[in-house]
């Protein structure tokens, strides 16, 4: 079933409000269609409720998921598209685009429909149609975020309840055998192996087994390392192959008794019993099967002539254990699989308590920041950048703070990875760069003289969809001028999606916002995507400075750097400078703009006003 409750009345538009309806309505564990109607019905309702609309409703085209809307026809129904959408029409919808549609010209208080594409696959299915919302309220990129995030979580379930009763319904059609029945209901379609529902039944019999006749067993997590970049790329066809192969890879390798379920996506799972009696020799033999695994899957997969290349990242669990239950076994085993991915990839990991106190830990946190916004919590700190030559200050960069519950100061170190994980940063990312514009605009007001500010932006930010326009709308919402605005961005930004972050910067420049490139030569550093890059600046990483003047490699690739970005027109501002010696370096090698410790350590707002005031005389 899935269980919403019902949160406290507050304005339609406040973003935390919709933060909290869109987080309860993620969650789903519907299992067959009278349970999916509850969901659905549920989240209509409260997405009318929480945007306070007249209505929300879904339009499927005919021939669409036909079966789905004989199941509610109250919310879903089918229309013809040509008759209901002009060609221009169809065509941004077909792109993904939203459209908006006049509720009509008597209408005094200018209320509009948001129409938002909904598709299976590339395929494009239908819309969500949200009724009579107010223009000022789609002004709000929480409001515009929301109806995606409800769009989106639409089309997924339709998406999966159309899977599955295309499923059931073929069986009951052609009056297929109970085995078959049996097969839907505990077999993975594609790979033919067990899926979670029939896993978690073995689990119980095998704990419940290893218990009563003191053996050990093992439960193995795997996840596919490098899977999702031949998925993206080559598409699903290639992917669901390379799956199957996985699959058969797996039997070839079990034992008579072992069992080998998918849980989903890219994630096996095997389960070992009767290992050992000793839990050291289980240990061991969990822990060379594991190895065999990865070596197994490792192997290159032929495509077109092609080799391809995956990897496996594997958590284990030991069972029967002090103080484990059979339901702990799943979330022990994907606990230590993430330990092994964090161990660089193609590793075993076993589970251990103080692996758990850690997973529990980024679990709170990432809990808590979820409300650190409206909890006022956040905080901005700012480094000054310097002038190598003259020491002049040309600007500061915006640093990120949290102080949880206002008492205790989490280190970014430890909460900016936490939020990159999830959409958690987008929501961030928009919030530092309003405080940042709001206070440099009001260090103007005050005669403060700072040329100009840096934000650093994620890479799950920059890709996001209306990355362009939250900038332009915070531009806008604080009369921040553009010139005067430098957005800080990493490599990995660019060599992932090179044509949408050069389309996206190249948008923003035109406008008057810079670009420097973040901690450059840390990661790979592809020089064919950078001379095409419309950046300003290159940012040399902190690590290449702070052994100079005693590693002469460091030194070597800062000279390399900064001889580069001289020829290709980039200025250059080193990172973590902590030393006249690092400093003089930097000047006898022309480098352009420093910040650092040597010069001043991230300061609050009141201290940067004093240090500008004390600069400048």
């Known amino acids: 079933m899935c269980n919403i409750t019902t949160p406290q009345d507050e304005p339609a538009t406040n973003a935390t409000h919709l933060d909290r309806v869109l987080l309860q309505l993620s969650v ?6 009278n349970e999916f109607i509850l969901f659905l019905e549920n989240l209509i309702n409260k997405t009318q409720h929480a945007l306070n609309i007249a209505t929300v409703n879904i339009n499927l085209f005919s021939g669409s998921l036909t079966d789905v809307v004989q199941l509610l026809p109250q919310y879903i129904s089918t229309i013809e598209a040509s008759a209901n959408f002009s060609d221009i029409e169809l065509s941004r919808l077909n792109s993904g685009d939203c459209i908006f549609k006049s509720a009509g010209e008597n209408n005094k208080e200018s209320h509009v429909t948001l129409i938002i594409p909904l598709f299976k696959g590339d395929k494009f299915i239908g819309v969500i149609n949200f009724y009579d919302m107010l223009k000022n309220d789609i002004t709000s990129s929480h409001v515009i975020s929301f109806c995606h995030a409800i769009a989106s979580l639409v089309q997924r379930n339709l998406r999966l309840l159309d899977n599955e009763f295309q499923c059931a319904l073929s069986v009951t059609k052609a009056s297929e ?8 209901a505990f077999f993975d379609v594609l790979t033919g192996l067990a899926n979670r529902r029939l896993l ?25 390392d490098y899977f999702k970049a031949i998925n993206d790329s080559l598409g699903h066809a290639v992917g669901d192959a390379i799956l199957v192969e996985v699959a058969q890879r797996l039997r070839e390798i079990q034992r008579e008794q072992d069992f080998i379920s998918r849980l989903g996506g890219d994630e096996f799972v095997i389960l070992l019993p009767d290992l050992s009696e000793n839990p050291m020799h289980a240990e061991q033999h969990a822990n060379l099967f594991a190895e065999r695994l990865i070596e197994r899957i490792s192997e290159p997969y032929s495509y077109k002539g092609q080799a391809l290349h995956i990897g496996a990242s594997i958590g284990v669990t030991l069972f029967p254990s002090k103080n484990q239950q059979a339901v702990d076994l799943l979330k022990q085993a994907d606990t230590a699989m993430y330990q092994a ?22 679990l709170h946190i990432y809990n808590c920041l979820k409300s650190a916004i409206a909890k006022n919590e956040l905080f901005l700190h700012y480094q000054p950048q310097h002038m190598v030559n003259s020491n002049e200050i040309i600007g500061v960069e915006a640093l990120l703070r949290w102080h949880l519950g206002g008492k205790q100061l989490i280190s970014p170190a430890e909460f900016i990875p936490i939020a990159e994980e999830t959409d958690l940063i987008i929501d961030i990312g928009i919030w530092v760069l309003q405080a940042a514009c709001r206070q440099f605009v009001e260090w103007q007001s005050q005669g ?18 209306n990355f362009v326009d939250s900038v332009l709308m915070v531009l806008d919402d604080t009369g921040m001028d553009p010139m005067q605005l430098n957005l800080e961005i990493t490599e990995s930004v660019v060599i992932e999606h090179a044509e949408d972050a050069i389309r996206k910067m190249t948008d923003l420049k035109n ?8 901690d450059f030569g840390s990661g790979y550093s592809s020089l064919s995507y950078l001379k095409r890059l419309p950046a300003n600046e290159l940012k040399i990483d902190r690590s290449f400075i702070q052994d100079i003047p005693y590693n002469v490699s460091d030194m070597a690739i800062v ?18 400078v902590e030393s006249r010696q690092q400093l003089e370096f930097l000047q006898r090698q022309d480098c352009s703009f420093y910040q650092g410790f040597y010069a001043s350590k991230p300061l609050s707002n ?12």
Not at 200 to 224: C, H, M, P, R, S
Not at 559 to 576: D, P, Q, R, S
Request: net charge neutral.
């Open 177 to 184: 055998s109970q085995e078959q029945f049996h097969s839907l």
């Open 606 to 617: 009141d201290n940067l006003v004093l240090y500008v005031k004390r600069q400048q005389g």
């Open 341 to 362: 991915k964090s161990n660089g990839r193609k590793k075993v990991s076993f589970f251990n308590v103080k692996m758990q106190r850690k997973a529990d830990k980024r």
């Open 200 to 224: 978690n039944q073995k689990i119980e019999t095998q704990y419940e087994l290893a218990t009563n006749t003191e053996v050990v067993g093992a439960l193995l997590f795997i996840d596919l």
């Open 511 to 518: 406008i008057g916002v810079s670009f420097a490139v973040d």
């Open 448 to 465: 403060i003289c700072v040329p100009q500010i840096s934000v650093n932006v994620s890479t799950r930010q920059f890709h996001d969809d």
């Open 28 to 33: 789903i564990d519907w299992h067959d269609s």
């Open 559 to 576: 000279e390399a750097v900064l001889a580069m970005a001289k020829h290709m027109g980039f200025n250059v501002t080193a990172e973590g």
